[in-house]
């Protein structure tokens, strides 16, 4: 399990994710997986929540649309979620992602759903709700930065779900 959050104000993008690898429900098994990483030459950034090898899957097949596509983040994000949709293999996946660039930001689920979010925030995972709440209050009460808010987001759903570690990793637009 973990939390991915990501956050856009100011025209400044920022996501952010913990580094929590767990077992079923009673184990830790690694505590800084990197689950936010840049793709796509660094042009993209994706985050993802779920199993680990879903995702690496997902970030590959992710990928390959970004290049059919010209680096076209929402037509690759469709394709993509149209493909997860229809493909028998990729509907096993259990795995969600957010995708990321210079202009957009987009949750992209395995349902086929493509979303850009209304309040420029997102947030998945298990602490994914307290992440996007928090994140929502500072958006709207404070004046820090995307990247602080990111981060500060995944700290807060840290210090809640068990799921969720302090091993945080954030990347920016």
Request: glycine share 10%; charged share 20%.
């Amino acid at each position: 399990m973990t939390t991915i959050a990501a956050v856009r104000k100011n025209g400044h993008t920022a996501i952010a994710g913990d580094g929590q690898v767990t077992l079923g429900e009673k184990v830790i098994m690694k505590g800084n997986a990197q689950k936010v990483r840049r793709i796509y030459g660094g042009k993209v950034v994706i985050g993802f929540a779920g199993g680990v090898a879903d995702a690496f899957t997902l970030e590959d097949w992710f990928e390959k649309k970004l290049e059919n596509h010209a680096g076209n983040l929402r037509r690759a994000a469709v394709a993509l979620a149209q493909d997860w949709r229809k493909d028998p293999m990729l509907q096993k996946l259990e795995a969600m992602m957010i995708v990321m660039n210079d202009t957009d930001l987009l949750l992209v689920s395995g349902s086929g759903e493509v979303i850009d979010p209304d309040d420029d925030v997102v947030a998945i995972g298990s602490g994914g709700n307290y992440a996007q709440a928090a994140a929502m209050a500072m958006i709207q009460h404070t004046d820090m930065a995307a990247t602080d808010i990111a981060h500060a987001a995944i700290d807060i759903a840290a210090s809640i779900d068990i799921f969720t570690n302090h091993n945080i990793i954030v990347e920016s637009f």
